[in-house]
């Protein structure tokens, strides 16, 4: 299958490119910058943008033998100070220095910015300019404050641009990546939804043979997949163990099973609800709630997977963006939360690994749950996290704060739904506060619970902004929260944007 290399230098924006060459249908791959890349399909290379700049004491840079590979390559942004550094360009920090929008203006017939993207917008982000270009380069089209916006060398098979054509701020960014993917290193479009399901049962029939697999499944999107790819490849020698830990959403675990089971899952289900709200008593700190739910479930699971001793592998849902944050160029960064997913099962336990969708992007995972059957209720269900409606409840976790949250929570997305929001947002849902709030119902006195309100907007969780439900919508669900969720008398929603608030309010 042809694909597309992408050199990571850190950017924030690498993810997206790949993303956005992925859904022109030819494969993108991510690898660390100073890693040469496999030629095996290799049809062109892209360089990332980075937080350093060229003139840092040690920039990152790529092996000097990728511009001997005789591959197209196009430098983003950072990108184009390398190119710019190995042949004798000169670069330096802007006067002016440009953030945002700019109008960019052709200025030679070249093959990546043809006439119907000239005079279109393009998204900025650079405190740094090229000064001199290259021996053996020509400028190609520019901006206000940067005369060489994009530059080319048609012998070397090199072009580059100061600005980001993955962002979707840029109005064109998909047409220049497209020139760059069809006409500049004529690749073929292979990767498709259809293919991938064919060829990741076959993947797991040659790498499992007649053994038995096990998995967690959470209820999730990603976990759900991973077990109807596995049915369909392996059928009941998958066996997935679905742990209710008590902290899920109204009537989800049924709803869960029911799912899995009409697809032919062979599952696994477990209610250890009451540990684990029997180990969350007293807890009041969010980062100890997270850790207790993490190590009842890998006891629990544990415990479970002991009992299939022939199961030589475990299937995980472990998706593309955290194979690169693994082999990421950035530094170390500071823990906000710890993370959602449960991990770190029991060594003992003996399992190889498998990870069927290591090669995929979330939205790329939802695609291939609906070749693969799963319905669209399912599969666009709003993200929800591992730790559950423990971190939702804010301080200690009871089970009646559980049954109070659930019923404002399924008030909430009830009537997104109505209003043809849900797969408009990226998340919506309740939060119950720790405090009481005095009111007034049936001229009596009242001092009761609030319940907070959170929907956002958002391309991948990284950054959100609050999202500006309608009034009448927002009246509906304040006057449904009181009216029918007994002890709960004020209903307030939440308008920070992430950062510098979370999604989450633990």
Same mark, same amino acid.
């Given at each position: 299958?042809?694909?597309?290399?992408?050199?990571?230098?850190?950017?924030?924006?690498?993810?997206?490119?790949?993303?956005?060459?992925?859904?022109?249908?030819?494969?993108?791959?991510?690898?660390?910058?100073?890693?040469?890349?496999?030629?095996?399909?290799?049809?062109?290379?892209?360089?990332?943008?980075?937080?350093?700049?060229?003139?840092?004491?040690?920039?990152?840079?790529?092996?000097?033998?990728?511009?001997?590979?005789?591959?197209?390559?196009?430098?983003?942004?950072?990108?184009?100070?390398?190119?710019?550094?190995?042949?004798?360009?000169?670069?330096?920090?802007?006067?002016?220095?440009?953030?945002?929008?700019?109008?960019?203006?052709?200025?030679?017939?070249?093959?990546?910015?043809?006439?119907?993207?000239?005079?279109?917008?393009?998204?900025?982000?650079?405190? &740094?300019?090229?000064?001199?270009?290259?021996?053996?380069?020509?400028?190609?089209?520019?901006?206000?404050?940067?005369?060489?916006?994009?530059?080319?060398?048609?012998?070397?098979?090199?072009?580059?641009?100061?600005?980001?054509?993955?962002?979707?701020?840029?109005?064109?960014?998909?047409?220049?990546?497209?020139?760059?993917?069809?006409?500049?290193?004529?690749?073929?479009?292979?990767?498709?939804?259809?293919?991938?399901?064919?060829?990741?049962?076959?993947?797991?029939?040659?790498?499992?043979?007649?053994?038995?697999?096990?998995?967690?499944?959470?209820?999730?999107?990603?976990?759900?997949?991973?077990?109807?790819?596995?049915?369909?490849?392996?059928?009941?020698?998958?066996?997935?163990?679905?742990?209710?830990?008590?902290?899920?959403?109204?009537?989800?675990?049924?709803?869960?099973?029911?799912?899995?089971?009409?697809?032919?899952?062979?599952?696994?289900?477990?209610?250890?609800?009451?540990?684990?709200?029997?180990?969350?008593?007293?807890?009041?700190?969010?980062?100890?709630?997270?850790?207790?739910?993490?190590?009842?479930?890998?006891?629990?699971?544990?415990?479970?997977?002991?009992?299939?001793? &022939?199961?030589?592998?475990?299937?995980?849902?472990?998706?593309?963006?955290?194979?690169?944050?693994?082999?990421?160029?950035?530094?170390?960064?500071?823990?906000?939360?710890?993370?959602?997913?449960?991990?770190?099962?029991?060594?003992?336990?003996?399992?190889?690994?498998?990870?069927?969708?290591?090669?995929?992007?979330?939205?790329?995972?939802?695609?291939?749950?609906?070749?693969?059957?799963?319905?669209?209720?399912?599969?666009?269900?709003?993200?929800?996290?591992?730790?559950?409606?423990?971190?939702?409840?804010?301080?200690?976790?009871?089970?009646?704060?559980?049954?109070?949250?659930?019923?404002?929570?399924?008030?909430?997305?009830?009537?997104?739904?109505?209003?043809?929001?849900?797969?408009?947002?990226?998340?919506?849902?309740?939060?119950?506060?720790?405090?009481?709030?005095?009111?007034?119902?049936?001229?009596?006195?009242?001092?009761?619970?609030?319940?907070?309100?959170?929907?956002?907007?958002?391309? &991948?969780?990284?950054?959100?902004?609050?999202?500006?439900?309608?009034? &009448?919508?927002?009246?509906?669900?304040?006057?449904?929260?009181?009216?029918?969720?007994?002890?709960?008398?004020?209903?307030?929603?939440?308008?920070?944007?992430?950062?510098?608030?979370?999604?989450?309010?633990?």
């Amino acid at each position: 299958m042809d694909k597309i290399v992408i050199l990571d230098f850190g950017s924030q924006y690498t993810q997206l490119i790949a993303r956005k060459i992925r859904e022109l249908g030819v494969y993108a791959e991510i690898i660390p910058f100073n890693r040469e890349p496999d030629t095996n399909d290799t049809k062109g290379i892209i360089l990332s943008g980075s937080p350093s700049s060229i003139y840092d004491k040690n920039p990152p840079l790529p092996k000097k033998t990728i511009f001997e590979l005789n591959l197209p390559i196009l430098g983003i942004c950072y990108g184009m100070q390398v190119i710019a550094h190995f042949f004798g360009g000169e670069v330096t920090e802007a006067e002016k220095r440009e953030y945002g929008f700019a109008k960019i203006n052709v200025t030679k017939d070249n093959e990546l910015i043809d006439k119907e993207i000239d005079g279109s917008v393009v998204w900025m982000s650079h405190g &740094d300019r090229l000064k001199k270009l290259p021996e053996g380069f020509d400028s190609i089209a520019r901006t206000e404050n940067s005369p060489f916006a994009a530059i080319e060398n048609k012998d070397k098979k090199i072009w580059a641009v100061q600005f980001h054509p993955e962002v979707h701020h840029t109005e064109k960014g998909k047409e220049i990546l497209s020139n760059f993917v069809f006409n500049i290193c004529k690749a073929k479009a292979q990767w498709n939804m259809g293919n991938l399901a064919e060829k990741l049962i076959e993947q797991i029939k040659s790498e499992v043979g007649d053994k038995l697999v096990i998995g967690a499944i959470s209820g999730g999107v990603d976990s759900s997949v991973v077990a109807v790819l596995m049915k369909s490849a392996i059928g009941d020698r998958f066996i997935g163990v679905f742990v209710n830990n008590g902290l899920l959403r109204k009537n989800e675990p049924a709803y869960v099973v029911d799912a899995l089971k009409k697809l032919g899952v062979n599952l696994r289900y477990a209610d250890a609800s009451t540990l684990f709200l029997q180990k969350l008593k007293g807890i009041t700190d969010p980062e100890e709630k997270r850790k207790i739910i993490g190590h009842t479930f890998i006891e629990v699971f544990g415990n479970i997977a002991k009992e299939y001793k &022939d199961a030589e592998f475990l299937a995980q849902g472990t998706l593309y963006p955290d194979v690169i944050e693994s082999v990421s160029v950035k530094g170390p960064s500071a823990t906000i939360k710890s993370h959602h997913n449960v991990g770190g099962l029991p060594k003992d336990l003996n399992f190889k690994l498998i990870e069927p969708l290591r090669e995929l992007f979330k939205d790329e995972v939802r695609r291939l749950g609906k070749e693969l059957g799963l319905s669209d209720d399912y599969i666009n269900r709003h993200p929800f996290p591992g730790p559950g409606l423990a971190i939702r409840v804010i301080g200690e976790v009871t089970e009646e704060k559980l049954n109070v949250l659930r019923e404002a929570d399924e008030i909430v997305i009830d009537e997104i739904k109505k209003a043809n929001l849900y797969n408009k947002v990226w998340q919506a849902f309740a939060v119950l506060l720790p405090i009481n709030s005095v009111g007034v119902m049936g001229d009596k006195r009242t001092y009761e619970n609030v319940v907070a309100v959170r929907v956002v907007n958002s391309v &991948d969780g990284m950054t959100a902004d609050w999202t500006h439900l309608p009034y &009448d919508v927002l009246n509906k669900i304040a006057n449904r929260i009181i009216n029918e969720v007994k002890s709960v008398n004020r209903v307030v929603y939440d308008i920070s944007s992430k950062p510098p608030a979370t999604i989450e309010w633990e």
